[in-house]
C-alpha cells in the first residue's frame, strides 16, 4: 500500500472513503468477490492506525445508471450489496462506518453544484468521479481509498489524478492492489465484479480448495497476504498472522474458509 502523507499537527488526516461499484459496462456483477475484502480490511487498518474519526463507503449505483443499465436492476442490485457491506461491518464489528449509496448524494442540490463547479470533461462517467471526491472534501473527508493496477490505464489512480488535475490537491490517496482472477489474469481487476467461474467469491459453498488449487503460486501468496491483513487486525484465524503460510501455502484455503464464515 503506497504510504500516507499524515498531513500536519495543525491539518491531521480525519476520515476515509472509498466506493464499490455494482459492475462495468458490459454488465452488472451479482456476485461478490472475495477480494472486497481487501478495501474493507486496508480502510479499517487506516482508521485504526490514524485515529480516524469515520469512514464512509459509497455504493455506486448512479454510476451504473449513466453507462446505461436498467435502474430497476442497479436498484435491486444496490440495496443488496448495501445489505451486505452492512452485514460484512457488523460481523466485524466496524465503529465509525456509515454506508451510503451514491444515488442518495447525486441528487443533492450541493452535489450539482459542485458538478457545474467542474470543468468540463467529454465523459459524464470522469465528471461524477471527480464530483464525488470532492463532495466527500466538503464533509471533512480527506482520504479516498483505491486500487492500482498495470493492467489498466484506468485504475483509481488514474481518476485521482483527474482530481488534482481539474479540481484540487485536498485529498490523498492510499491505494491496495488490485483484485485477482483464479488463472492469475488482473483484468478485470475491480475488486466488486465477479464471475462464479473466474472468481473466488464471498459466499456460502464456495469451493475454496478447488479454485486455489487452480490458482498460480502469486494468486495463492495474493490472498495468504489478506489473510495475514484479516489477523493483523485482532480477527481471529489458524496461525495469525504469519510468514509461515507462504512456505506452506495448504494453509491458506482453511484460513480463507475460516475468513469468509465469520463474515457471511
Not at 504510504?3 to 454488465?27: C, E, H, K, M, V
Not at 443488496?80 to 466485524?92: H, M, P, S, W, Y
Request: glycine share 10%.
Amino acid at each position: 500500500m503506497k504510504q500516507l502523507n499524515l498531513g500536519s499537527p495543525d491539518n491531521p488526516l480525519d476520515a476515509l472513503y472509498f466506493g464499490i461499484g455494482l459492475g462495468t459496462t458490459r454488465g452488472l456483477s451479482y456476485e461478490l468477490p472475495l477480494d472486497l475484502m481487501t478495501p474493507i480490511l486496508a480502510a479499517e487498518g487506516i482508521k485504526r492506525n490514524l485515529g480516524l474519526r469515520r469512514v464512509d463507503v459509497l455504493i455506486a449505483d448512479q454510476h451504473m445508471k449513466e453507462t446505461g443499465h436498467d435502474p430497476s436492476q442497479v436498484d435491486s442490485l444496490a440495496r443488496e450489496r448495501l445489505g451486505q457491506v452492512d452485514r460484512i461491518r457488523t460481523k466485524l464489528g466496524l465503529d465509525g462506518w456509515n454506508v451510503h449509496l451514491a444515488s442518495d448524494i447525486t441528487s443533492t442540490s450541493e452535489y450539482q453544484e459542485i458538478q457545474s463547479e467542474i470543468p468540463f470533461l467529454r465523459n459524464p462517467y470522469v465528471r461524477m468521479e471527480l464530483a464525488d471526491m470532492e463532495w466527500f472534501r466538503r464533509r471533512g473527508i480527506d482520504i479516498k481509498l483505491g486500487w492500482r493496477s498495470s493492467a489498466t490505464d484506468h485504475d483509481e489512480g488514474w481518476f485521482d489524478s483527474q482530481y488534482q488535475q481539474h479540481v484540487g490537491s485536498g485529498m490523498t490517496f492510499p491505494y491496495t492492489r488490485a483484485g485477482r482472477t483464479i488463472d492469475g489474469n488482473a483484468v478485470p481487476p475491480y475488486s466488486h465484479v465477479g464471475l462464479p467461474g473466474n472468481r473466488l467469491l464471498l459466499r456460502n459453498g464456495e469451493d475454496v480448495p478447488g479454485k486455489f488449487q487452480r490458482m498460480p503460486k502469486a494468486v495463492q501468496k495474493h490472498y495468504g497476504h489478506l489473510t495475514n491483513l484479516y489477523a493483523d487486525l485482532g480477527y481471529p484465524v489458524t496461525g495469525g498472522k504469519s510468514q509461515e503460510i507462504f512456505r506452506n501455502r495448504e494453509m491458506i484455503p482453511g484460513r480463507i474458509k475460516e475468513m469468509c464464515e465469520a463474515i457471511i
